[in-house]
């Protein structure tokens, strides 16, 4: 069974329309992370909440956001997307290592 | 700051070959952990192993099998009589133990041809 869940597989907007992606776990664990890996590069962390606390990476753009309404989810909004910012989207859970990861969404702009 | 290192871009090999996937890292923590993740072309991030940097201990798991040597900052992957499937991209990670962020490397592109 899926532990880390993202909706939907594969997203496509234009460009500059906001789009949110979503994270669900089962896990009931109190760490989510949001990694943005582009193509034929590494993942790259974007953020992570401890519980409610949320921890922005030092490079990430002002234009990634992220709400975590409970332990659940975790949802992250890119408010005005440009070319750059395609790319898989991977969201990750752990309470203790290893992270689990889900399948990712990947995200197209036109 | 941490920094991990898998200076092999590309390898191809023939089915039923062994291959050894390199990765160094760098650190000035004294505890952290190690991992390995696979990456087939559907993209997700499939995790094979996590290693405590207390345990120096290889490990072997089927056809895969790690090689951890804190003394050269080294944890190296080897698969045994590779097959077509394993074709991936793989990734070694350093994890903080501290708030468990992970620092990916480049990852190596692994093609086993039949």
């Known amino acids: 069974d899926a532990m880390v869940i993202q909706n939907p597989r594969y997203q496509v907007t234009q460009f500059g329309k906001p789009v949110t992606l979503s994270c669900s776990q089962t896990?009931?664990?109190?760490?989510m992370y949001w990694y943005q890996q582009k193509s034929s590069q590494a993942p790259k962390l974007l953020f992570h909440y401890y519980d409610k606390d949320f921890n922005n990476e030092a490079d990430t753009p002002d234009n990634f956001q992220s709400r975590r309404p409970n332990t659940s989810f975790c949802f992250l909004d890119i408010r005005s997307p440009g070319l750059g910012d395609a790319a898989m989207y991977l969201c990750?859970?752990?309470?203790?290592?290893?992270?689990?990861f889900g399948d990712g969404t990947r995200l197209s702009i036109l | 700051a941490q920094k991990v290192t898998q200076a092999q871009t590309e390898i191809s090999v023939v089915e039923k070959e062994d291959v050894t996937l390199d990765c160094v890292y760098e650190t000035r923590d004294t505890t952290y952990y190690l991992f390995w993740y696979k990456q087939p072309p559907s993209g997700e991030l499939v995790f094979l192993i996590r290693r405590n940097s207390f345990d120096e201990q290889n490990e072997i798991s089927g056809r895969y099998s790690w090689n951890f040597q804190k003394s050269t900052s080294s944890f190296n992957f080897t698969i045994t009589a590779s097959q077509v499937v394993d074709s991936a991209v793989y990734f070694c990670a350093y994890g903080s133990s501290n708030t468990g962020k992970l620092i990916f490397g480049q990852g190596t592109t692994l093609q086993v041809k039949p």
């Open positions: 896990l009931n664990h109190n760490v």
């Open positions: 990750a859970t752990g309470g203790d290592q290893p992270q689990h």
